[in-house]
Nanobody
């Protein structure tokens, strides 16, 4: 059974926006560090940014600073990734993941993963 469920991906033009959601189904997200990762075709998975209940956002990728924002709604058990000013280089499958420790940029440090949601930025 999947503990995390992503949604909100799709096709958007350059300069557009998307908001991704990561909903906990079997775990309570406020007790975890929640990281967003992405994997483009032919490339390794990379950390994007992360949030925990005890700290503000930590950016893993400099390329998204000023464009991406992470937030959480504990009442809805959901973490959001707001993506603005999207570029073709942002095209990837986006995953959310939960870790029982502080935010770290490497995927192997996370215990639970969602199924991923496709984001395509193209004219």
């Amino acid at each position: 059974q999947l503990q995390l469920v992503e949604s909100g991906g799709g096709l958007v033009q350059p300069g557009g926006s998307l908001r991704l959601s990561c909903e906990g189904s079997a775990i309570t997200l406020k007790y975890y560090s929640i990281g967003w990762f992405r994997q483009a075709p032919g490339k390794e998975r990379e950390g994007v940014l992360c949030i925990s209940s005890s700290s503000g956002p930590r950016y893993f990728a400099d390329s998204v600073k000023g464009r991406f924002t992470i937030s959480r709604d504990d009442a809805e058990n959901t973490v959001y990734l707001q993506m603005d000013s999207l570029k073709p280089e942002d095209t990837a499958v986006y995953y959310c993941a939960a870790a029982g420790t502080i935010c770290r940029p490497y995927s192997y440090e996370y215990d639970y993963w969602g199924q991923g949601t496709q984001v395509t930025v193209s004219s």
